[in-house]
């Protein structure tokens, strides 16, 4: 249950600044931002918040979900080839994914260590 509340949060910080963001810079509908979303959000926290933030600190960890988040948001101008997200408005929307991701590591190891 902690961890589910934990990915629900990651959820919404992450939802609401692609969409922000991605709504702006590109021509993702709000479903496909949605699906970015999710997927930034699962491999975000699975490999941010449970393999290398255990392992390291919160500047290595948010540092690496800037890179996971710009490598997934710039991959799905592949998978959505009339969106057209360019490596600008991946960077810019992983920036702001990791300035939230900052302050959400500071809130984990509240989550999982909740009994």
């Known amino acids: 249950m902690k961890h589910l509340t934990a990915v629900l949060i990651k959820f919404g910080i992450i939802a609401i600044a692609l969409e922000i963001v991605l709504n ?4 993702l509908t709000f479903g496909q931002i949605l699906i970015v979303s999710v997927v930034v959000t699962v491999l975000a926290y699975l490999i941010g918040d449970l393999l290398i933030l255990p392992m390291s600190n919160n500047t290595i ?11 997934t948001i710039y991959a799905f101008d592949w ?14 929307a992983a ?7 900052w302050f959400f590591h500071k809130l984990v190891p509240n989550f999982l260590s909740a009994k």
């Open 24 to 27: 702006l810079l590109s021509d």
């Open 61 to 71: 960890a948010t540092v690496a979900d800037f890179g996971l988040a710009l490598v």
């Open 79 to 92: 998978v959505y080839r009339n969106a057209e997200i360019s490596f600008f408005d991946a960077a810019l």
């Open 95 to 101: 920036l702001v994914l990791a300035a939230g991701e």
